[in-house]
């Protein structure tokens, strides 16, 4: 059974991601960000959402696990704030009903996706330029990066929740992230 744990940025829907997880059969756990990364054994990481940065703990070590992993909101903040990315204010601020453009039909993560879904989403902070390395694989008439992508290490980033349920197929995204952490 793949297992994935969720890294605990003390976001408000961490244990919501723990059981979209546990739905789709996946055997997961939440740890704290104040785990190393050299402590936890899985087939790949969520990194979940949170408040600020500055409570990240031990979160941008797991970019080093080789495992996949997968930033949801703060999360994929995090993942380009660490590899030279740049994350900055957002224009809109709290969380909204979105439609986002999924710009890469053949991404792992998200191509699967309609072309236009409604998702649930946080802009307070947003990723302005994606590292090197990545592409960017959706966006919005709100934000230039809704999600990212580097398939050649496995890194993805997502700035909605899709373990919320005002996002569509939000479901889809774990199962594909799973996908992603079998075929390694």
């Known amino acids: ?3 994935i744990v969720v890294v605990d940025n ?20 939440i740890v704290d960000n104040e785990t190393p990364p050299e402590e936890v054994e899985a087939d790949g990481v969520v990194l979940s959402g949170g408040p600020s940065m500055d409570r990240i703990g031990h979160s941008p070590d797991y970019l080093d696990a080789d495992v ?11 993942v380009a704030a ?14 909204a009903d979105v439609t986002v453009r999924i710009e890469d039909d053949d991404d792992p ?10 998702v649930w989403a946080s802009h307070a902070d947003e990723v ?8 960017r694989t959706a966006t919005s008439d709100v934000c230039g990066v809704e999600a990212m992508s ?7 980033g997502v700035q909605w929740h899709p373990e919320v349920a005002h996002t569509e197929r939000g479901e889809e995204v774990f199962e594909n992230f799973r996908t992603v952490c079998e075929r390694r």
């Open 1 to 3: 059974m793949t297992r």
């Open 10 to 29: 003390h976001g408000q829907f961490t244990h919501l991601e723990q059981r979209a997880l546990r739905d789709i059969g996946v055997d997961t756990e």
């Open 68 to 78: 996949p992993v997968l930033g949801i909101c703060l999360g994929m903040q995090l």
């Open 82 to 95: 660490e590899l030279d990315g740049e994350v900055g204010a957002g224009d809109y601020g709290g969380y």
């Open 109 to 118: 993560l998200i191509g699967s996706l309609a072309p236009e879904t409604r």
């Open 128 to 135: 302005k330029r994606v590292p090197e390395g990545f592409a």
């Open 150 to 156: 580097d398939t050649t290490r496995d890194l993805y």
